[in-house]
């Protein structure tokens, strides 16, 4: 029994020792969990976090790196095990399942008026959950084309720019005409198709997902949805313009390609000029342009990157005051040099060192204006919906395994049966 209680005494002092603060002891010490994994990121998320510390003697904050890879599943368990940290880096896809099983604060009243003024509303609708704001975004990304400057200058062809971008028919006859003799237009990695897909689809009126008058979504697959798929397979299963072996490959995978003369132009996230501007052969000339237009023009869809806290977290407050700190303009826009990033804020868009042409930087941040939340932003059952269904679904469209109408019945017939689970 002696030792039973000795046992018990020593966790209930563990349990006062972790996050301390409220009760006099000692200064609170917050656990911030970060998803950075460029070096130049990574350096500018710890240096940030360096600052707060040394300026805030009462509130200690503790940098926690995560990983992409497995955030959602390693979050799940953090919070059911009630291990989960104080503010967590995410992104605004992944927090739906996470706002709605009551895992993440509302910070509808914990954030200061100077940051909610400074992120344009339709930034805010991508974590707002109901009446809730459960996630702060702060950096997002287009998806661009990186094309080879070189070879697009002596093919002759119309080079695109913001004003004047290529239609979805454009794109695919100009990939045609740059194909052949072992080379190709373009290398569509798509080992993770849906996002691209979704995203993509916003600039022909692509909507996938129909919200009805009860709240409840359902998802129809309608022509305006077919555009970006169906040009995708034509270029690899008709045109031949797009490489076959490259739809199962992550965007890193095709750079020694395109490097190598192989592949025209490559669809990516905008981030990727990073790893391009370091690993490009000398001498090599790339160059950033939009990714094409449809009836809605250059509309995309984005997943910003988010902070948000935890429900449980005991220090809602601090964790709001760090998260402010941490996203003033000036702190955003060292974020998003350091991701290679756009910020969602207006005044650190508006920093001199995101508008020039060095890197495409300047193509990028035209392109602001016309990203709008992705459209499976805020559907329950979304990410089980991508890995089971939609995934498999358009890797086997493109690969030409099957066929439009097959991928319409898997989209629609067994995705709303996952979604319905979720609904009921």
């Given at each position: 029994m002696r030792a039973r209680w000795i046992v018990v005494l020593m966790l209930l002092l563990a349990g006062c020792t972790?996050?301390?603060?409220?009760?006099?002891?000692?200064?609170?010490?917050?656990?911030?969990?970060?998803?950075?994994?460029?070096?130049?990121?990574?350096?500018?998320?710890?240096?940030?976090?360096?600052?707060?510390?040394?300026?805030?003697?009462?509130?200690?904050?503790?940098?926690?790196q995560g990983s992409w890879d497995s955030v959602h599943d390693q979050l799940l368990t953090s919070f059911e095990g009630g291990e989960a940290p104080d503010i967590i880096h995410d992104a605004s896809d992944d927090l739906a399942d996470f706002a709605y099983g009551g895992y993440l604060a509302d910070l509808s009243d914990l954030l200061p008026h100077r940051l909610k003024s400074a992120i344009p509303q339709h930034s805010w609708d991508t974590t707002t959950f109901g009446d809730g704001v459960y996630g702060v975004p702060f950096l997002q990304e287009p998806r661009v084309l990186i094309v080879n400057a070189t070879w697009l200058k002596e093919s002759g062809v119309r080079v695109p720019t913001v004003e004047h971008p290529w239609s979805w028919a454009e794109f695919r006859q100009i990939t045609a005409r740059l194909s052949g003799a072992g080379r190709y237009g373009v290398a569509w990695p798509l080992k993770e198709p849906v996002s691209a897909t979704l995203n993509l689809s916003l600039s022909a009126g692509g909507q996938l997902f129909h919200r009805d008058a009860d709240g409840k979504v359902t998802i129809r697959f309608e022509q305006a949805d077919e555009t970006v798929p169906r040009t995708i397979h034509d270029q690899a299963n008709t045109d031949r313009s797009a490489s076959p072996t490259t739809l199962g490959s992550g965007g890193s995978d095709t750079l020694p390609g395109f490097?190598?003369?192989?592949?025209?132009?490559?669809?990516?996230?905008?981030?990727?000029?990073?790893?391009?501007?370091?690993?490009?052969?000398?001498?090599?000339?790339?160059?950033?342009?939009?990714?094409?237009?449809?009836?809605?023009?250059?509309?995309?869809?984005?997943?910003?990157?988010?902070?948000?806290?935890?429900?449980?977290?005991?220090?809602?407050?601090?964790?709001?005051?760090?998260?402010?700190?941490?996203?003033?303009?000036?702190?955003?826009?060292?974020?998003?040099?350091?991701?290679?990033?756009?910020?969602?804020?207006?005044?650190?868009?508006?920093?001199?060192?995101?508008?020039?042409?060095?890197?495409?930087?300047?193509?990028?941040?035209?392109?602001?204006?016309?990203?709008?939340?992705?459209?499976?932003?805020?559907?329950?059952?979304?990410?089980?919906?991508?890995?089971?269904?939609?995934?498999?679904?358009?890797?086997?469209?493109?690969?030409?395994?099957?066929?439009?109408?097959?991928?319409?019945?898997?989209?629609?017939?067994?995705?709303?049966?996952?979604?319905?689970?979720?609904?009921?």
């Open positions: 972790h996050g301390t603060g409220g009760s006099g002891t000692g200064p609170v010490t917050l656990r911030f969990q970060s998803l950075a994994w460029q070096e130049e990121s990574v350096e500018a998320n710890k240096a940030l976090v360096k600052e707060w510390n040394a300026t805030h003697a009462g509130v200690k904050v503790e940098y926690v490097f190598g003369g192989k592949y025209a132009m490559v669809p990516l996230g905008f981030s990727y000029r990073q790893q391009i501007a370091q690993q490009a052969p000398k001498g090599f000339r790339w160059q950033v342009l939009p990714a094409p237009a449809g009836a809605d023009g250059l509309t995309q869809g984005v997943s910003p990157q988010t902070l948000s806290v935890a429900a449980d977290s005991p220090h809602k407050k601090e964790a709001a005051a760090f998260i402010d700190f941490l996203l003033r303009p000036e702190n955003m826009v060292r974020l998003a040099l350091g991701d290679w990033m756009l910020p969602t804020g207006t005044q650190a868009l508006a920093d001199p060192a995101l508008h020039t042409a060095k890197d495409g930087w300047a193509t990028g941040t035209a392109l602001a204006p016309h990203l709008r939340p992705a459209p499976a932003q805020s559907v329950r059952g979304y990410p089980e919906w991508k890995d089971k269904v939609a995934t498999p679904a358009l890797q086997e469209y493109y690969s030409g395994a099957i066929g439009l109408g097959e991928l319409r019945k898997r989209l629609e017939d067994d995705g709303n049966l996952v979604l319905a689970r979720y609904q009921r």
